[in-house]
């Protein structure tokens, strides 16, 4: 069974650059997180789906950021114009939302993301 | 606005030791509170999820804990092991369905 997946693991960008990353949650997963973990901090949240529909983006540090799940399914976060303070690791996680276990969270591997 | 405290910050500890760690929230009205483990440059891997309506949660030689009124939860591993050097995060979920993560007890065994 595979679990949430993410790509690239590793980003090094210059600053100024447009970046792409992805996640692909457990298939059959309603709810999709992104958060941002800095170094030697817990993951602060992003944003949130259920299916494709975008329910909080309050966690976006600026309109730089923008992210998409247009068919419910696999889900991309861009940064636009990246800046230093852009560095950190994005994570992704899925859950359900039915079942005794519902809403309990599955993260990726995260993406490593250095601007330099 | 939800906050979660994990005390402490950092443990170092011989093998074979029982350990308690603690995360403190400060909103009681949560949905669930889950406990992660984290490994350098890797991902968060769950490993207990307890429910509002539950006390405790145990897998293996892990014990969690809920006290919603007093808004804390203690993690117990028994007999540690080197392996189990981490990083170990607490999450609480309220209404809004939106984790609020502590800052995590990073935990070192030693032989």
């Known amino acids: 069974g595979a679990g949430v997946s993410q790509s690239p693991r590793y980003k090094v960008a210059k600053r100024g650059q447009d970046v792409a990353l992805r996640c692909d949650p457990i298939?059959?997963?309603?709810?999709l997180f992104w958060y941002q973990q800095a170094l030697g901090q817990g993951p602060e949240f992003l944003t949130y789906?259920?299916?494709?529909?975008?329910?909080?983006k309050s966690g976006l540090p600026s309109d730089r950021f923008f992210a998409e799940r247009p068919e419910g399914s696999v889900s991309t976060l861009k940064i636009q114009r990246t800046q230093q303070e852009d560095s950190a690791v994005y994570l992704c996680?899925?859950?359900?939302?039915?079942?005794?276990?519902?809403?309990?969270?599955?993260f990726g591997p995260g993406t490593r993301l250095t601007v330099l | 606005k939800q906050e979660v405290t994990q005390i402490p910050a950092a443990l170092s500890v011989p093998e074979g030791e029982n350990l308690v760690l603690n995360c403190s929230f400060t909103?009681?009205?949560?949905?669930?509170l889950q406990w992660f483990r984290q490994d350098p440059g890797k991902g968060l891997t769950s490993l207990l999820l307890?429910?509002?309506?539950?006390r405790e949660q145990t897998s293996g030689r892990l014990n969690a804990s809920l006290d919603k009124s007093s808004g804390r939860s203690t993690l117990y591993i028994a007999a540690s092991q080197p392996g189990d050097s981490a990083t170990y995060l607490c999450a609480v979920t309220g209404g809004s369905y939106i984790p609020t993560f502590g800052r995590g007890t990073s935990l070192i065994v030693h032989p």
């Open positions: 789906f259920q299916n494709e529909a975008q329910l909080d």
């Open positions: 909103d009681s009205a949560i949905y669930n």
């Open positions: 298939s059959g997963h309603v709810s």
């Open positions: 996680a899925s859950s359900l939302d039915e079942g005794a276990t519902k809403y309990e969270q599955f």
């Open positions: 307890i429910q509002s309506s539950q």
